[in-house]
Every structure is written in structure tokens, then in C-alpha cells.
T-cell receptor
Framework: DTEVTQTPKHLVMGMTNKKSLKCEQHMGHRAMYWYKQKAKKPPELMFV???????INESVPSRFSPECPNSSLLNLHLHALQPEDSALYLC?????????????FGPGTRLLVL | QQQVKQSPQSLIVQKGGISIINCAYENTAFDYFPWYQQFPGKGPALLIAIRPDVSEKKEGRFTISFNKSAKQFSLHIMDSQPGDSATYFCAASKIPGGFKTIFGAGTRLFVKA
């Protein structure tokens, strides 16, 4: 299995809702990432987990809460989001636990906050 | 120092032509330079990557040229096809060196049939 999967593909939520995004990889990669991508912009790093521990939080608002239940799974819990949080949320993984190598991206979750 | 500057922002090429996208970096500590290709509605996917110990790498119709002294690298797409129409991101990172890959702003390529 050489892919990163993400669910759901699309999500519409209100500002008072709680929802979760899910990411899964079975490539034995030790680092997993969450990115946010706005239209016509490059991916913007949000969080990095290395060996299931949070390594990087790019000063992301607390309404986004990451979780890494095991080495294959990564979740992003969403609560009280704002309309400006509407974007494509990408999950990625990379082989080593020290970073820098090729990142393998999932197809993303298209999020719309109303 | 952490920026990667990419140009052009958009590019229109005739089918069969050569597409050229340029990037420049500032941090000489970077030692891994991947190019990612992203189709609408999809995540970015690695296209080709280069380390600074070589000046050129070719994979099929895709070639990276790397100029270490000028701190520049470029992607050449030979015999461009309509199926190459996508957004291309250059990037830079250090292996090992942390998890932050610095992405260029992206180039939207359209290949006319």
C-alpha cells in the first residue's frame, strides 16, 4: 500500500459544529503532517507528528486539535471553526522520523465552514 | 532566508513545446529540492527531486537543472502535453533537519492542444 487516504472527501460544517478529519497510511512512515491549502496557494504546514508525538505546532488556533492514535492514523478535530478556515486540508507522511524527505500527500478534505 | 521564490506564476505552452519553471532559494543549508505536481482537487505528488551533488536529473520528459553557486534550480518539461496541465510547486528542505519543507508559490501550467 503506497498511498495516504483521507476521509471525508468533502465536509460542510457550521461554526458551532464539531467534526473530525481522518488520515491513514500503511507505508510504515514515521512522520505525519497536517497542511492547510487555500486556492492558488502552496500547502501551509499546521502540525507534524514524529513517532506518534507532536513535534511541530505552527501556532495553529486551538479550534484545530490534532491526534495521532497510532503510527498509521492521524486525526484533526475541528470545533467552532470560522468561515476563513474553509480550505483544502491535506495529510502527508514521510518515511523517517527526522524530517526533510519526500512527503506523500493524501487527496485532501475540502472543508466549507458556513 | 527561508524563502523559495518561484516563477512564473502562470505559464501557457503549446502542445509539444518546452515548459520551464524557475526557483531560487536563499538558505544554503537546504540539500533536497523536490518538485510537486498538483492536479485540481488532488493532493500534491512528487514529480522529481534532486540533491545538490548533481547539476541535472532527468526522468522521462522531466528534467531538473540545478545551479548550486547561483542557488537556483529549474524544471523543464519537454514535449509538453495537455495532461501536464497542473500546478507545480518547487520546494526545499534539509535531510535530516526538521520537518519544514519550504514551498514555492506555485506555477499554474496550461498546455494548449
Amino acid at each position: 500500500d503506497t498511498e495516504v487516504t483521507q476521509t471525508p472527501k468533502h465536509l460542510v460544517m457550521g461554526m458551532t459544529n464539531k467534526k473530525s478529519l481522518k488520515c491513514e497510511q500503511h507505508m510504515g512512515h514515521r512522520a505525519m503532517y497536517w497542511y492547510k491549502q487555500k486556492a492558488k496557494k502552496p500547502p501551509e504546514l499546521m502540525f507534524v507528528y514524529s513517532y506518534e508525538k507532536l513535534s511541530i505546532n505552527e501556532s495553529v488556533p486551538s479550534r484545530f486539535s490534532p491526534e495521532c492514535p497510532n503510527s498509521s492514523l492521524l486525526n484533526l478535530h475541528l470545533h467552532a471553526l470560522q468561515p476563513e478556515d474553509s480550505a483544502l486540508y491535506l495529510c502527508a507522511s514521510s518515511l523517517g522520523g527526522t524530517g526533510g524527505e519526500t512527503q506523500y500527500f493524501g487527496p485532501g478534505t475540502r472543508l466549507l465552514v458556513l | 532566508q527561508q524563502q523559495v521564490k518561484q516563477s512564473p506564476q502562470s505559464l501557457i505552452v503549446q502542445k509539444g513545446g518546452i515548459s520551464i519553471i524557475n526557483c531560487a532559494y536563499e538558505n544554503t543549508a537546504f540539500d533536497y529540492f523536490p518538485w510537486y505536481q498538483q492536479f485540481p482537487g488532488k493532493g500534491p505528488a512528487l514529480l522529481i527531486a534532486i540533491r545538490p551533488d548533481v547539476s541535472e536529473k532527468k526522468e522521462g520528459r522531466f528534467t531538473i537543472s540545478f545551479n548550486k553557486s547561483a542557488k537556483q534550480f529549474s524544471l523543464h518539461i519537454m514535449d509538453s502535453q495537455p495532461g501536464d496541465s497542473a500546478t507545480y510547486f518547487c520546494a526545499a528542505s534539509k535531510i535530516p533537519g526538521g520537518f519544514k519543507t519550504i514551498f514555492g508559490a506555485g506555477t499554474r501550467l496550461f498546455v494548449k492542444a
